[in-house]
Protein backbone atom coordinates (compact mmCIF):
# COMPACT_ATOMS: atom_id res chain seq x y z
CA UNK A 1 0.00 0.00 0.00
CA UNK A 2 3.02 2.16 0.87
CA UNK A 3 4.85 1.84 -1.83
CA UNK A 4 1.73 2.69 -4.11
CA UNK A 5 1.16 5.56 -2.51
CA UNK A 6 4.96 6.79 -2.54
CA UNK A 7 4.82 5.74 -6.16
CA UNK A 8 2.15 8.38 -7.60
CA UNK A 9 3.70 10.55 -4.41
CA UNK A 10 7.08 10.98 -6.55
CA UNK A 11 4.79 11.05 -9.55
CA UNK A 12 1.99 13.83 -8.45
CA UNK A 13 3.73 16.22 -6.35
CA UNK A 14 0.97 16.85 -4.27
CA UNK A 15 -0.26 15.76 -0.82
CA UNK A 16 -3.61 14.92 0.10
CA UNK A 17 -3.12 17.34 2.79
CA UNK A 18 -2.29 20.41 0.20
CA UNK A 19 -5.64 19.04 -2.01
CA UNK A 20 -7.81 19.20 0.83
CA UNK A 21 -6.63 22.60 1.80
CA UNK A 22 -6.79 23.87 -1.65
CA UNK A 23 -10.77 22.20 -2.19
CA UNK A 24 -12.27 22.53 1.49
CA UNK A 25 -13.21 25.83 1.29
CA UNK A 26 -15.48 26.43 4.24
CA UNK A 27 -18.57 27.22 2.84
CA UNK A 28 -20.74 30.39 4.36
CA UNK A 29 -24.43 29.14 6.73
CA UNK A 30 -26.53 30.45 4.51
CA UNK A 31 -25.68 27.61 2.08
CA UNK A 32 -27.54 25.32 4.00
CA UNK A 33 -30.99 26.79 2.44
CA UNK A 34 -32.18 24.69 -0.54
CA UNK A 35 -32.72 27.53 -2.82
CA UNK A 36 -28.95 28.50 -2.89
CA UNK A 37 -28.30 24.78 -4.72
CA UNK A 38 -29.91 26.82 -7.82
CA UNK A 39 -25.85 27.44 -8.89
CA UNK A 40 -25.02 23.80 -8.80
CA UNK A 41 -28.28 22.53 -10.31
CA UNK A 42 -27.58 23.66 -14.05
CA UNK A 43 -23.87 22.41 -13.20
CA UNK A 44 -25.58 19.04 -12.45
CA UNK A 45 -28.04 19.13 -15.20
CA UNK A 46 -25.47 20.20 -17.42
CA UNK A 47 -22.99 16.99 -16.84
CA UNK A 48 -26.54 14.86 -17.47
CA UNK A 49 -26.76 16.96 -20.83
CA UNK A 50 -22.97 16.03 -21.50
CA UNK A 51 -23.57 12.30 -20.71
CA UNK A 52 -27.01 11.86 -22.41
CA UNK A 53 -26.09 13.72 -25.19
CA UNK A 54 -22.95 11.44 -26.50
CA UNK A 55 -25.29 8.56 -26.45
CA UNK A 56 -27.76 9.88 -28.47
CA UNK A 57 -24.42 11.49 -31.29
CA UNK A 58 -23.91 7.67 -31.33
CA UNK A 59 -27.10 7.33 -33.37
CA UNK A 60 -27.68 10.70 -34.56
CA UNK A 61 -27.48 11.49 -38.16
CA UNK A 62 -27.02 15.17 -39.24
CA UNK A 63 -28.37 15.65 -42.45
CA UNK A 64 -32.04 16.47 -43.88
CA UNK A 65 -32.23 13.33 -45.41
CA UNK A 66 -31.25 10.93 -42.22
CA UNK A 67 -32.18 13.44 -39.32
CA UNK A 68 -35.63 12.58 -38.75
CA UNK A 69 -35.02 8.85 -39.17
CA UNK A 70 -32.34 8.63 -37.10
CA UNK A 71 -34.18 10.26 -34.11
CA UNK A 72 -37.11 7.78 -34.89
CA UNK A 73 -35.00 5.17 -34.37
CA UNK A 74 -33.37 6.51 -31.41
CA UNK A 75 -36.79 7.02 -30.16
CA UNK A 76 -38.47 3.80 -31.24
CA UNK A 77 -36.07 1.20 -31.31
CA UNK A 78 -33.22 1.69 -30.08
CA UNK A 79 -33.51 -0.17 -26.43
CA UNK A 80 -33.93 3.12 -23.90
CA UNK A 81 -33.28 5.61 -26.20
CA UNK A 82 -36.91 6.78 -25.66
CA UNK A 83 -35.62 7.31 -21.82
CA UNK A 84 -32.22 9.01 -23.13
CA UNK A 85 -33.71 10.99 -25.64
CA UNK A 86 -36.40 12.57 -23.07
CA UNK A 87 -34.16 12.81 -20.21
CA UNK A 88 -31.86 15.06 -22.37
CA UNK A 89 -35.30 17.00 -23.28
CA UNK A 90 -36.63 17.67 -20.03
CA UNK A 91 -33.18 18.36 -18.44
CA UNK A 92 -32.76 20.89 -21.61
CA UNK A 93 -35.84 22.27 -20.08
CA UNK A 94 -34.92 22.65 -16.32
CA UNK A 95 -31.43 23.67 -16.91
CA UNK A 96 -32.83 26.61 -19.06
CA UNK A 97 -35.17 27.17 -15.85
CA UNK A 98 -32.39 26.77 -12.94
CA UNK A 99 -30.65 28.80 -14.86
CA UNK A 100 -32.97 31.75 -14.59
CA UNK A 101 -33.69 30.57 -11.53
CA UNK A 102 -30.13 30.81 -10.30
CA UNK A 103 -29.62 34.47 -12.26
CA UNK A 104 -32.79 35.98 -10.14
CA UNK A 105 -31.32 34.48 -7.00
CA UNK A 106 -28.04 36.42 -7.49
CA UNK A 107 -29.37 39.57 -8.74
CA UNK A 108 -32.14 39.90 -6.10
CA UNK A 109 -29.28 38.90 -3.40
CA UNK A 110 -27.40 41.46 -5.24
CA UNK A 111 -24.17 38.93 -4.99
CA UNK A 112 -23.39 40.54 -8.18
CA UNK A 113 -21.97 43.64 -6.43
CA UNK A 114 -18.60 44.27 -6.24
CA UNK A 115 -15.52 42.58 -6.50
CA UNK A 116 -18.08 40.37 -8.36
CA UNK A 117 -19.09 41.70 -11.78
CA UNK A 118 -17.00 39.65 -13.65
CA UNK A 119 -18.24 36.25 -12.36
CA UNK A 120 -22.00 38.22 -13.42
CA UNK A 121 -20.84 38.73 -16.70
CA UNK A 122 -19.44 35.51 -17.37
CA UNK A 123 -23.48 34.08 -16.11
CA UNK A 124 -24.86 36.06 -18.26
CA UNK A 125 -22.25 34.45 -21.49
CA UNK A 126 -23.65 30.85 -19.75
CA UNK A 127 -27.20 31.79 -20.02
CA UNK A 128 -26.53 32.81 -23.54
CA UNK A 129 -24.92 29.45 -24.22
CA UNK A 130 -27.49 27.64 -23.05
CA UNK A 131 -30.44 29.52 -24.71
CA UNK A 132 -28.52 29.12 -28.31
CA UNK A 133 -27.38 25.13 -27.13
CA UNK A 134 -30.90 24.74 -26.53
CA UNK A 135 -32.77 26.46 -29.67
CA UNK A 136 -29.59 24.31 -31.70
CA UNK A 137 -30.84 21.35 -29.91
CA UNK A 138 -34.48 21.41 -31.18
CA UNK A 139 -33.65 22.10 -34.61
CA UNK A 140 -31.61 19.08 -35.10
CA UNK A 141 -34.69 16.82 -34.70
CA UNK A 142 -35.54 17.81 -38.04
CA UNK A 143 -39.28 17.94 -37.43
CA UNK A 144 -41.80 20.99 -38.49
CA UNK A 145 -40.97 22.90 -35.78
CA UNK A 146 -37.05 22.62 -36.33
CA UNK A 147 -37.35 23.62 -39.73
CA UNK A 148 -38.89 26.63 -39.48
CA UNK A 149 -37.76 27.81 -36.12
CA UNK A 150 -34.41 27.61 -37.82
CA UNK A 151 -36.05 29.74 -40.74
CA UNK A 152 -37.50 32.11 -38.34
CA UNK A 153 -34.43 32.26 -36.56
CA UNK A 154 -32.62 32.55 -39.78
CA UNK A 155 -34.82 35.86 -40.67
CA UNK A 156 -35.09 37.22 -37.35
CA UNK A 157 -30.82 37.08 -37.60
CA UNK A 158 -31.35 38.75 -41.07
CA UNK A 159 -32.87 42.19 -39.91
CA UNK A 160 -29.90 42.83 -37.64
CA UNK A 161 -28.49 46.22 -39.44
CA UNK A 162 -25.10 45.72 -40.90
CA UNK A 163 -23.74 42.18 -40.42
CA UNK A 164 -28.01 40.49 -39.99
CA UNK A 165 -26.93 38.81 -44.05
CA UNK A 166 -23.73 37.66 -42.79
CA UNK A 167 -24.22 36.20 -39.68
CA UNK A 168 -27.86 34.67 -41.41
CA UNK A 169 -25.60 33.06 -44.10
CA UNK A 170 -22.90 31.59 -41.80
CA UNK A 171 -25.82 30.50 -39.72
CA UNK A 172 -27.14 28.62 -42.49
CA UNK A 173 -23.88 28.01 -44.70
CA UNK A 174 -25.58 29.65 -47.80
CA UNK A 175 -28.40 32.17 -48.10
CA UNK A 176 -31.63 29.32 -47.55
CA UNK A 177 -32.12 26.78 -45.30
CA UNK A 178 -29.94 23.33 -47.06
CA UNK A 179 -28.16 20.49 -46.77
CA UNK A 180 -24.88 21.69 -45.34
CA UNK A 181 -27.51 23.85 -42.34
CA UNK A 182 -27.95 20.34 -40.12
CA UNK A 183 -24.31 19.66 -39.91
CA UNK A 184 -23.86 23.21 -38.61
CA UNK A 185 -26.40 23.24 -36.13
CA UNK A 186 -24.89 19.73 -34.88
CA UNK A 187 -21.78 20.84 -34.65
CA UNK A 188 -22.27 23.96 -32.75
CA UNK A 189 -24.99 22.04 -30.07
CA UNK A 190 -22.58 19.08 -29.89
CA UNK A 191 -19.10 20.48 -29.53
CA UNK A 192 -18.61 24.04 -30.15
CA UNK A 193 -21.07 25.35 -27.42
CA UNK A 194 -20.73 22.53 -25.00
CA UNK A 195 -16.63 23.43 -25.22
CA UNK A 196 -17.58 27.07 -24.38
CA UNK A 197 -19.76 26.65 -21.47
CA UNK A 198 -17.09 24.00 -19.78
CA UNK A 199 -14.66 26.65 -20.08
CA UNK A 200 -16.81 29.38 -18.91
CA UNK A 201 -17.99 27.29 -16.01
CA UNK A 202 -14.47 26.77 -15.17
CA UNK A 203 -13.90 30.18 -14.84
CA UNK A 204 -17.17 31.08 -13.20
CA UNK A 205 -16.40 28.40 -10.21
CA UNK A 206 -12.82 29.40 -9.97
CA UNK A 207 -14.01 32.92 -9.17
CA UNK A 208 -16.22 31.99 -7.08
CA UNK A 209 -13.52 29.94 -5.40
CA UNK A 210 -11.16 33.05 -4.98
CA UNK A 211 -13.69 35.25 -3.86
CA UNK A 212 -15.43 33.42 -1.75
CA UNK A 213 -19.29 33.06 -2.00
CA UNK A 214 -20.94 36.21 -0.95
CA UNK A 215 -22.00 35.69 2.70
CA UNK A 216 -25.44 36.53 3.80
CA UNK A 217 -26.74 36.40 7.28
CA UNK A 218 -30.36 36.01 7.87
CA UNK A 219 -32.33 37.34 10.90
CA UNK A 220 -32.93 34.04 12.68
CA UNK A 221 -28.97 33.29 12.28
CA UNK A 222 -27.93 36.75 13.74
CA UNK A 223 -25.37 35.78 17.04
CA UNK A 224 -24.42 32.27 16.06
CA UNK A 225 -20.77 32.10 16.24
CA UNK A 226 -19.98 29.57 13.74
CA UNK A 227 -20.66 30.98 10.20
CA UNK A 228 -19.32 28.42 8.19
CA UNK A 229 -19.27 24.83 7.47
CA UNK A 230 -16.96 22.76 5.44
CA UNK A 231 -17.22 21.68 2.04
CA UNK A 232 -16.67 17.96 2.69
CA UNK A 233 -18.66 16.49 3.72
CA UNK A 234 -21.46 18.42 4.49
CA UNK A 235 -22.06 20.80 1.23
CA UNK A 236 -21.27 17.75 -1.14
CA UNK A 237 -24.00 15.67 0.56
CA UNK A 238 -26.32 18.73 0.26
CA UNK A 239 -25.09 18.44 -3.57
CA UNK A 240 -25.50 14.57 -3.90
CA UNK A 241 -29.35 14.72 -2.59
CA UNK A 242 -29.53 17.39 -5.28
CA UNK A 243 -28.59 15.83 -7.56
CA UNK A 244 -30.48 12.01 -6.47
CA UNK A 245 -34.01 14.24 -6.50
CA UNK A 246 -33.33 15.70 -9.82
CA UNK A 247 -32.50 12.07 -11.58
CA UNK A 248 -35.56 10.48 -9.85
CA UNK A 249 -37.74 14.32 -11.52
CA UNK A 250 -36.04 14.03 -14.70
CA UNK A 251 -37.13 9.71 -14.71
CA UNK A 252 -40.07 10.52 -13.81
CA UNK A 253 -40.82 13.60 -15.98
CA UNK A 254 -39.23 11.20 -18.78
CA UNK A 255 -42.13 8.42 -17.99
CA UNK A 256 -45.09 10.70 -17.72
CA UNK A 257 -44.21 13.33 -20.82
CA UNK A 258 -41.71 11.47 -22.77
CA UNK A 259 -40.31 13.46 -26.05
CA UNK A 260 -42.55 12.89 -29.11
CA UNK A 261 -41.57 12.49 -32.68
CA UNK A 262 -43.58 15.82 -34.70
CA UNK A 263 -44.28 15.76 -37.93
CA UNK A 264 -41.38 15.53 -40.38
CA UNK A 265 -40.28 18.78 -41.41
CA UNK A 266 -41.39 19.74 -45.28
CA UNK A 267 -40.34 23.02 -46.71
CA UNK A 268 -43.19 23.25 -48.65
CA UNK A 269 -45.66 23.04 -45.40
CA UNK A 270 -45.80 26.26 -43.46
CA UNK A 271 -47.26 25.47 -40.47
CA UNK A 272 -50.18 27.39 -39.54
CA UNK A 273 -48.58 28.41 -35.92
CA UNK A 274 -45.15 27.77 -35.11
CA UNK A 275 -44.04 28.57 -31.49
CA UNK A 276 -40.52 28.43 -30.25
CA UNK A 277 -39.58 26.30 -27.11
CA UNK A 278 -41.11 28.30 -23.83
CA UNK A 279 -38.46 30.02 -23.03
CA UNK A 280 -38.15 32.22 -26.44
CA UNK A 281 -41.70 32.93 -25.38
CA UNK A 282 -40.37 36.09 -23.97
CA UNK A 283 -38.44 37.12 -27.42
CA UNK A 284 -41.20 36.07 -29.59
CA UNK A 285 -43.16 38.08 -28.09
CA UNK A 286 -41.38 41.03 -28.07
CA UNK A 287 -40.60 40.72 -31.64
CA UNK A 288 -44.35 40.50 -32.67
CA UNK A 289 -44.65 43.76 -30.84
CA UNK A 290 -42.40 45.79 -32.44
CA UNK A 291 -41.14 46.22 -36.11
CA UNK A 292 -38.23 43.91 -37.10
CA UNK A 293 -34.99 46.23 -37.05
CA UNK A 294 -36.19 48.13 -33.93
CA UNK A 295 -37.59 44.82 -32.03
CA UNK A 296 -33.83 43.42 -32.22
CA UNK A 297 -32.04 46.55 -31.41
CA UNK A 298 -33.83 46.86 -28.48
CA UNK A 299 -34.05 43.31 -28.01
CA UNK A 300 -29.94 43.49 -28.13
CA UNK A 301 -29.92 46.60 -26.07
CA UNK A 302 -31.79 45.30 -22.64
CA UNK A 303 -29.59 42.28 -23.24
CA UNK A 304 -26.75 44.44 -23.13
CA UNK A 305 -28.10 46.57 -20.08
CA UNK A 306 -28.46 43.19 -18.48
CA UNK A 307 -24.98 42.69 -19.29
CA UNK A 308 -23.24 45.55 -17.67
CA UNK A 309 -25.95 45.49 -14.70
CA UNK A 310 -23.15 45.61 -11.85
CA UNK A 311 -22.02 48.98 -12.99
CA UNK A 312 -25.63 50.35 -13.30
CA UNK A 313 -26.53 48.86 -9.63
CA UNK A 314 -22.93 50.81 -8.95
CA UNK A 315 -23.86 53.82 -10.03
CA UNK A 316 -27.36 54.37 -8.45
CA UNK A 317 -25.44 53.09 -5.45
CA UNK A 318 -22.88 56.08 -5.55
CA UNK A 319 -25.79 58.33 -5.58
CA UNK A 320 -27.55 56.70 -2.38
CA UNK A 321 -25.50 53.99 -0.50
CA UNK A 322 -28.33 52.20 0.32
CA UNK A 323 -30.76 52.57 -3.16
CA UNK A 324 -32.89 49.43 -3.53
CA UNK A 325 -33.62 50.67 -7.31
CA UNK A 326 -32.42 47.97 -8.43
CA UNK A 327 -34.60 45.23 -6.82
CA UNK A 328 -37.66 47.01 -7.86
CA UNK A 329 -36.06 47.31 -11.37
CA UNK A 330 -35.69 43.81 -10.79
CA UNK A 331 -39.28 42.85 -9.49
CA UNK A 332 -40.77 44.72 -13.08
CA UNK A 333 -38.13 43.63 -15.33
CA UNK A 334 -39.76 39.26 -14.06
CA UNK A 335 -43.38 40.71 -14.18
CA UNK A 336 -43.19 41.76 -17.78
CA UNK A 337 -41.14 38.87 -18.41
CA UNK A 338 -43.75 36.51 -17.01
CA UNK A 339 -46.63 38.81 -18.54
CA UNK A 340 -45.16 38.13 -22.06
CA UNK A 341 -44.42 34.49 -21.43
CA UNK A 342 -47.52 34.76 -20.55
CA UNK A 343 -49.35 36.14 -23.58
CA UNK A 344 -47.61 34.48 -25.73
CA UNK A 345 -48.49 30.58 -24.37
CA UNK A 346 -51.83 32.12 -24.56
CA UNK A 347 -52.65 33.56 -28.06
CA UNK A 348 -52.60 31.05 -31.02
CA UNK A 349 -50.87 34.26 -33.17
CA UNK B 1 -23.07 19.36 36.00
CA UNK B 2 -26.39 19.24 38.12
CA UNK B 3 -28.05 20.67 36.08
CA UNK B 4 -27.51 18.29 32.87
CA UNK B 5 -30.60 16.30 32.88
CA UNK B 6 -28.64 13.30 31.35
CA UNK B 7 -26.36 10.93 33.15
CA UNK B 8 -22.76 9.55 32.13
CA UNK B 9 -24.34 6.56 31.58
CA UNK B 10 -27.88 7.58 29.06
CA UNK B 11 -24.55 10.22 26.80
CA UNK B 12 -23.20 7.27 26.14
CA UNK B 13 -26.27 5.48 24.81
CA UNK B 14 -27.26 8.44 22.91
CA UNK B 15 -23.78 9.03 21.32
CA UNK B 16 -23.96 4.88 20.11
CA UNK B 17 -27.09 5.71 18.67
CA UNK B 18 -25.69 8.30 17.15
CA UNK B 19 -22.67 6.89 15.54
CA UNK B 20 -25.10 3.78 14.47
CA UNK B 21 -27.62 6.01 12.88
CA UNK B 22 -24.44 7.63 11.39
CA UNK B 23 -23.49 4.66 9.86
CA UNK B 24 -27.03 3.30 8.88
CA UNK B 25 -27.52 6.66 7.03
CA UNK B 26 -24.13 6.12 5.01
CA UNK B 27 -24.78 2.77 4.16
CA UNK B 28 -27.90 3.80 2.71
CA UNK B 29 -27.39 6.28 0.85
CA UNK B 30 -24.46 4.91 -0.74
CA UNK B 31 -26.70 2.17 -1.70
CA UNK B 32 -29.07 4.43 -3.40
CA UNK B 33 -26.66 6.31 -5.42
CA UNK B 34 -25.15 2.58 -6.42
CA UNK B 35 -28.49 1.53 -7.43
CA UNK B 36 -29.66 4.81 -8.84
CA UNK B 37 -26.46 5.55 -11.00
CA UNK B 38 -25.96 1.55 -11.84
CA UNK B 39 -29.11 1.45 -13.52
CA UNK B 40 -28.98 4.52 -15.22
CA UNK B 41 -25.66 3.17 -16.42
CA UNK B 42 -27.21 -0.24 -17.27
CA UNK B 43 -30.23 1.63 -19.07
CA UNK B 44 -27.16 3.68 -21.19
CA UNK B 45 -25.26 0.13 -21.98
CA UNK B 46 -28.04 -1.30 -22.79
CA UNK B 47 -28.79 1.55 -25.14
CA UNK B 48 -25.47 1.40 -26.47
CA UNK B 49 -26.19 -2.36 -27.62
CA UNK B 50 -27.57 -2.80 -31.20
CA UNK B 51 -31.79 -2.70 -31.05
CA UNK B 52 -33.23 -5.13 -32.87
CA UNK B 53 -34.25 -4.95 -36.57
CA UNK B 54 -37.24 -3.18 -37.46
CA UNK B 55 -40.85 -5.15 -37.72
CA UNK B 56 -41.69 -5.34 -41.03
CA UNK B 57 -45.22 -6.58 -42.96
CA UNK B 58 -46.27 -7.23 -46.28
CA UNK B 59 -49.21 -5.05 -47.05
CA UNK B 60 -52.19 -5.39 -50.00
CA UNK B 61 -51.28 -2.69 -52.37
CA UNK B 62 -53.23 -3.06 -55.63
CA UNK B 63 -54.00 -5.85 -57.92
CA UNK B 64 -52.38 -6.12 -61.19
CA UNK B 65 -55.12 -5.85 -63.39
CA UNK B 66 -55.93 -2.28 -62.26
CA UNK B 67 -52.55 -0.50 -63.14
CA UNK B 68 -51.37 -0.07 -66.88
CA UNK B 69 -47.63 -0.02 -67.96
CA UNK B 70 -46.77 3.72 -67.13
CA UNK B 71 -49.18 4.44 -64.28
CA UNK B 72 -47.60 5.07 -60.60
CA UNK B 73 -50.12 5.79 -57.72
CA UNK B 74 -49.67 7.04 -54.00
CA UNK B 75 -48.97 5.02 -51.65
CA UNK B 76 -49.17 5.80 -47.82
CA UNK B 77 -47.57 2.93 -45.23
CA UNK B 78 -48.97 2.50 -41.98
CA UNK B 79 -46.30 4.70 -40.00
CA UNK B 80 -47.17 7.59 -42.58
CA UNK B 81 -43.88 7.17 -44.97
CA UNK B 82 -45.49 8.03 -48.54
CA UNK B 83 -44.06 5.19 -51.41
CA UNK B 84 -45.19 6.43 -55.42
CA UNK B 85 -45.68 2.52 -56.60
CA UNK B 86 -45.03 2.79 -60.66
CA UNK B 87 -45.49 0.09 -63.58
CA UNK B 88 -42.78 -0.19 -66.34
CA UNK B 89 -43.86 -2.80 -67.83
CA UNK B 90 -46.71 -5.57 -68.53
CA UNK B 91 -45.15 -9.09 -68.21
CA UNK B 92 -47.37 -9.64 -65.22
CA UNK B 93 -44.37 -10.49 -62.70
CA UNK B 94 -42.78 -8.39 -59.76
CA UNK B 95 -40.05 -7.32 -62.08
CA UNK B 96 -42.57 -5.19 -63.43
CA UNK B 97 -43.22 -2.89 -60.52
CA UNK B 98 -40.81 -0.37 -58.78
CA UNK B 99 -41.82 1.29 -55.00
CA UNK B 100 -39.82 4.00 -54.01
CA UNK B 101 -39.84 6.55 -51.25
CA UNK B 102 -41.65 9.57 -52.23
CA UNK B 103 -39.56 11.97 -49.78
CA UNK B 104 -36.86 13.52 -51.70
CA UNK B 105 -33.48 12.74 -49.78
CA UNK B 106 -32.66 16.42 -50.49
CA UNK B 107 -35.01 18.56 -48.04
CA UNK B 108 -37.95 15.89 -47.68
CA UNK B 109 -40.23 17.31 -49.98
CA UNK B 110 -42.52 15.44 -51.85
CA UNK B 111 -41.27 13.73 -55.06
CA UNK B 112 -43.71 12.23 -57.94
CA UNK B 113 -43.43 10.46 -61.30
CA UNK B 114 -43.46 12.00 -64.49
CA UNK B 115 -44.80 9.63 -66.75
CA UNK B 116 -44.34 11.80 -70.53
CA UNK B 117 -40.56 12.58 -68.87
CA UNK B 118 -40.10 9.02 -67.67
CA UNK B 119 -38.96 10.73 -64.63
CA UNK B 120 -39.66 11.64 -60.62
CA UNK B 121 -39.19 14.60 -59.73
CA UNK B 122 -39.10 17.23 -57.02
CA UNK B 123 -40.74 20.46 -57.12
CA UNK B 124 -38.87 22.06 -54.40
CA UNK B 125 -35.52 22.44 -55.91
CA UNK B 126 -35.48 20.55 -59.60
CA UNK B 127 -34.28 17.48 -58.17
CA UNK B 128 -34.88 14.72 -61.00
CA UNK B 129 -34.49 10.98 -60.37
CA UNK B 130 -34.87 7.90 -63.23
CA UNK B 131 -37.49 5.15 -63.24
CA UNK B 132 -35.63 3.20 -60.76
CA UNK B 133 -34.81 6.01 -58.16
CA UNK B 134 -31.34 6.98 -59.02
CA UNK B 135 -30.52 10.75 -58.76
CA UNK B 136 -29.65 11.92 -62.12
CA UNK B 137 -30.21 15.96 -61.44
CA UNK B 138 -30.83 18.72 -58.74
CA UNK B 139 -29.50 18.98 -55.69
CA UNK B 140 -29.99 15.42 -54.89
CA UNK B 141 -28.05 14.29 -58.00
CA UNK B 142 -24.85 16.54 -57.22
CA UNK B 143 -24.91 14.59 -53.89
CA UNK B 144 -25.60 10.93 -55.04
CA UNK B 145 -28.63 10.48 -52.94
CA UNK B 146 -30.89 8.19 -54.38
CA UNK B 147 -34.93 7.28 -53.48
CA UNK B 148 -34.79 4.52 -51.25
CA UNK B 149 -36.53 1.59 -52.53
CA UNK B 150 -39.30 -0.99 -51.24
CA UNK B 151 -40.16 -4.71 -51.55
CA UNK B 152 -42.21 -6.18 -53.73
CA UNK B 153 -44.01 -9.48 -54.55
CA UNK B 154 -46.80 -10.65 -56.29
CA UNK B 155 -49.09 -13.28 -55.63
CA UNK B 156 -52.67 -14.63 -57.30
CA UNK B 157 -52.20 -11.50 -59.62
CA UNK B 158 -52.25 -9.15 -56.23
CA UNK B 159 -49.34 -6.81 -55.32
CA UNK B 160 -47.53 -6.67 -51.86
CA UNK B 161 -45.07 -4.77 -50.16
CA UNK B 162 -43.19 -5.05 -47.60
CA UNK B 163 -43.15 -1.98 -44.82
CA UNK B 164 -42.22 -0.94 -41.39
CA UNK B 165 -45.10 -1.06 -39.05
CA UNK B 166 -43.59 0.11 -36.02
CA UNK B 167 -43.64 4.01 -35.40
CA UNK B 168 -45.44 6.42 -32.55
CA UNK B 169 -44.19 8.94 -34.98
CA UNK B 170 -46.68 11.53 -36.05
CA UNK B 171 -45.45 11.78 -39.85
CA UNK B 172 -48.66 10.51 -41.11
CA UNK B 173 -50.02 14.07 -40.36
CA UNK B 174 -48.58 16.00 -42.99
CA UNK B 175 -49.37 13.42 -46.14
CA UNK B 176 -52.80 14.88 -45.70
CA UNK B 177 -53.06 18.14 -46.63
CA UNK B 178 -49.45 17.64 -49.03
CA UNK B 179 -51.27 16.79 -52.21
CA UNK B 180 -53.11 20.44 -52.29
CA UNK B 181 -50.19 22.00 -51.14
CA UNK B 182 -47.94 21.29 -54.40
CA UNK B 183 -50.25 20.56 -56.95
CA UNK B 184 -49.29 22.72 -60.06
CA UNK B 185 -46.17 23.55 -57.80
CA UNK B 186 -43.89 25.17 -60.48
CA UNK B 187 -41.28 23.92 -58.49
CA UNK B 188 -38.79 26.97 -57.26
CA UNK B 189 -36.38 28.36 -54.67
CA UNK B 190 -39.63 30.27 -53.36
CA UNK B 191 -41.02 27.54 -51.43
CA UNK B 192 -38.18 28.22 -48.93
CA UNK B 193 -39.58 31.85 -48.51
CA UNK B 194 -40.56 31.86 -44.70
CA UNK B 195 -42.68 35.22 -44.81
CA UNK B 196 -45.87 33.55 -45.19
CA UNK B 197 -49.02 34.12 -43.06
CA UNK B 198 -48.94 32.84 -39.65
CA UNK B 199 -45.15 33.08 -39.24
CA UNK B 200 -43.90 35.81 -37.51
Redesign the interface.
Known sequence: MGTVSQWFTDRIPVSGDDLKEMTNEPVPNHLKRWWFCLGGTPAYLFVVQIFTGILLAIYYQPSPSTAYESVRYITEQASFGWYIRSVHKWAATLMVAAVILHQMRVYFTGAYRKPRELNWMIGMFLLGCTLVTGFTGYSLVYEQLSYWGATVGANITDSVPVVGPFLKSVMLGGDTYNQQTLSRFFILHGAVLPTTMVLLIMTHLTLIRLQGVTEFEFEDERGTEKKTFSFFPDHLYTEIIMGLVLMILLSTLACIFPAMMGARANPLITPEVIKPEWYFYVTFRWLKLFSGTFAILSMGFIVFLMFIWPFIDALFRRKNKNSELSVWIGIIAVLTIIGLTVWEASVAH | MGQDPLGDDQIEKSSERRSFLTGATSVA?TG??AA??GT?AG??G????P??P?KTAWFFVTDLDSMKEGDSMAYTTPVGATVTVTRQGRSGEVEDFIALSS?C??????VHWEPQNDRFFC??HNGIFDPTGRATGG?PGE?G?SLPQYSLKVENNLLFMEVPV??????G??ST??KT??AG?PGH?D??N???P???
Open positions: MGLGYFVARFLYAHTTPHLGCKPCPAQETIADSKISEQFDDCLPRKGVA
